[in-house]
């Protein structure tokens, strides 16, 4: 059965688009404006959260969008974008892929919804601009991992936590927060969208969005 993602440009779902082009999945995308619960309420009776990525893989039906790469690395044995438990590094590998949406995402979709979905008459600007230095204090640690000029975030090679991390990157440049990435880090995020495979699926659903 092929897997079937509901997909926004550039919205989270962009991490599951691009791990399962990178693992080379047969996979169908469900396009849709964004966001999709207010622009596609149709949706809703699908997904009750209303939120992307939502995918189905027959029986299993997932939303987040650092753990389905982490399931499709596991469920289908591609280790190669992976690390297994008995490697030294697998703590940071968990860490970073979490970390992603956790800590770095997180902030920034509250700064989307100030800026972009509630009325200018809430007077909500201000803490719309609290939730983007937010996010840029919580680039410290990425800052200092990457420092010494790695070019994956661990193993050596390249894995789900980057695409998880590299995607919190490119939102912040798609959202115009990014003035405040260090030039290592604005080079390890280009490196990491140079990937064919992520040059293939970033222009997916491009015409009408919000994300630019």
Known sequence: MTIKLWHCHNARSLRVLWALEEMGFDY????????????????????????????????????????????????????????????????????WLFHSDATLTFPQTVYIRYTMQEPPERGLAEAATDYMKWFHARLRRLNKHLEDGREYLVGDRFTIADIAIAYALHLGEALKIDERYKPHVRDYLNRMRARPAFQKVVVIGEEGSVFK
Do not use: C
Not at 37 to 51: D, K, V
């Open 28 to 95: 169908e995308v469900e396009v849709m404006p964004f966001p999709p619960r207010f622009m596609q309420p149709e949706f809703l009776e699908l997904n009750e959260l209303g939120t992307i990525p939502y995918m189905i893989d027959g029986e299993t039906h997932m939303t987040e969008s650092s753990g389905i790469p982490l399931y499709l690395v596991e469920r289908y044995g591609k280790e190669e974008f992976g690390l297994k438990p008995d490697h030294p590094e697998y703590g940071d590998y968990l860490n």
